[in-house]
């Protein structure tokens, strides 16, 4: 019995990191994109885009984009990371 505690204390000590970063990077980008469309009244289209309408079509595309990134994202497989490096720490411990 201990040695399934010993693995399960050593696959969340590897992945609670991993996971944090995950809750604090998208805790962080919701509000700024939101506050930043609010802040802004939608304009017709023109011929010629300013700059700052530029950036802010920039900025919408690359926060919808980053909602729904697929599977294979860089987040993921940090998180296998963790896991495998908790397991191989349960292995050397066992």
Known sequence: ???VLYTAAAL?????PVRAQQ???SSQ???AT???EAAQP???ASLYPTTDEVRRQ???HEAERNAT????SKDWWYLVAAVAVGVIIAAIIL
């Open 58 to 60: 920039v900025v919408k």
């Open 42 to 44: 939608a304009r017709a």
């Open 69 to 72: 990134s697929p599977m294979g």
């Open 29 to 31: 980008a919701a509000p």
């Open 12 to 16: 969340l000590l590897c992945a609670a």
């Open 1 to 3: 019995m201990r040695k």
């Open 23 to 25: 809750a604090m990077g």
């Open 34 to 36: 939101q506050a930043a």
